[in-house]
């Protein structure tokens, strides 16, 4: 069982950064696979990023690739999006996600556990 808080987010001018973090309680966050999603209103929920649970190995969204960063610290229990260069269209609540196993997904039928959302609202 892993549950999951996210936090980090907030308001922002485009071109502008955050950092979301996504904190995890149980034994098995350093074998999990991470991914964050996003969804905006009216839309459907998207794959954002994800990263393997050594770090060694992670995937974009080809939207957010080049300006946002997934990295986790398996000591503290975390995963981080590092957001850089802001967009209004990246606005949208944000979801970290766990899945068991080492292969990693953009999928989000792949992921069993997930947190509550934090919101990321960019202006223009």
């Known amino acids: 069982q892993v549950q999951l808080v996210a936090s980090g987010g907030g308001l922002v001018q485009a071109g502008g950064s955050l950092r979301l973090s996504c904190a995890a309680s149980?034994?098995?966050?350093?074998?999990?696979?991470m991914g964050w999603f996003r969804q905006a209103p009216g839309k459907e929920r998207e794959f954002v990023a994800a990263?393997?649970?050594?770090?060694?190995?992670?995937y974009y969204a080809d939207s957010v690739k080049g300006r946002f960063t997934i990295s986790r610290d398996n000591a503290k229990n975390t995963v981080y999006l590092q957001m850089n260069s802001l967009k209004p269209e990246d606005t949208a609540v944000y979801y970290c996600?766990?899945?068991?196993?080492?292969?990693?997904?953009?999928?989000?039928?792949?992921?069993?556990?997930w947190g509550q959302g934090t919101q990321v609202t960019v202006s223009s």
């Open positions: 996600a766990a899945k068991s196993g080492g292969l990693i997904s953009g999928r989000e039928t792949a992921y069993n556990y």
């Open positions: 149980g034994r098995t966050f350093s074998t999990s696979t």
């Open positions: 990263i393997n649970w050594s770090g060694g190995n992670t």
